[in-house]
């Protein structure tokens, strides 16, 4: 079988099976399988494959048709521009936090702090706590998770884009290992993309959703416990002046919004899609 047939064939059973991107998740895959681009697919679509690249192809297909995300799959996802190892352990990195993070950079650069510091509560792959880094040379930061898995994870993608020397990764949860290991110490900005997802809406999430960590989706009743839990710790670690930055759901700003009454200010802000997508508070 050839390339072209191949895509072809995993395209249409992707699509039988409910898909929702079965071209582009077909084409992904047999890009992994031959360690090669999606146009190099095109390019050489008469291209035989041999017997060990079609079955791996195909075990692919059959786990993705069972609704298996294409980033497990292949081991690795895009964001802001760098490549991050993903696995089952870790929620896989998504467009919308990348509005976090440019936000974070921008309230960084404007602070003109010399050697600023930032905390990334809930790390996860070190998406957040990554990107900062690689664009803010000068910047420091503590990286927290309550998974040593997922801080396994994270330690390699900082090593693999080179700035495992300025992250110090922290076993714990939310801010207290912060708080226990660096009593006094106030950050410039805090990031949080914690578990947002109220609990009742946990069924009605798509079939791959569902196959990435479930404590990492879950924010309870209405999807707010951890930030109710985060904000009073936020307000004892935070410069004056500080941010904290958390990333919610549609439908959660004015709730969200409310959660920090104590704080000079806090703003909304709506991702390209026009939905709710992070709140910034400064203290």
Known sequence: MDIKTALATARAFLQEKEIETPRLDAEVLLAHVLRCSRAGLYANSHRQL??????????????????????????HKEFMGLDFTVSP????????????????????????????????????SGAIAVSLAHFIPELHVLAVDVSEDALAAARQNARLHGVENRIKFLHGNLLEPVMEQYPGLKADIICANLPYVPSGDIPQLAREVKNEP????????????????????????????????IEIGPGQGKPALELFNNWSEAELYHDLGGRERLVAAQL
């Open 89 to 124: 352990a870790v929620l896989i990195p998504r467009p919308d936090t990348e509005l976090l993070v440019e936000t974070a950079v921008s309230l960084l650069k404007k602070s003109g702090a010399a050697e600023p510091l930032a905390v990334d509560v809930g790390t996860g």
């Open 50 to 75: 041999n017997e060990n690249e079609l079955n791996r192809y195909k075990k692919l297909v059959e786990k993705r048709a069972c609704g298996q995300p294409v980033a497990y799959l292949v081991g």
């Open 214 to 245: 479930i404590t990492a989706l879950d924010g309870g009743p209405d999807g707010l416990d951890f930030y109710r839990q985060l904000v009073p710790q936020a307000e004892k670690t935070i410069k004056p002046g500080g941010s904290l930055l």
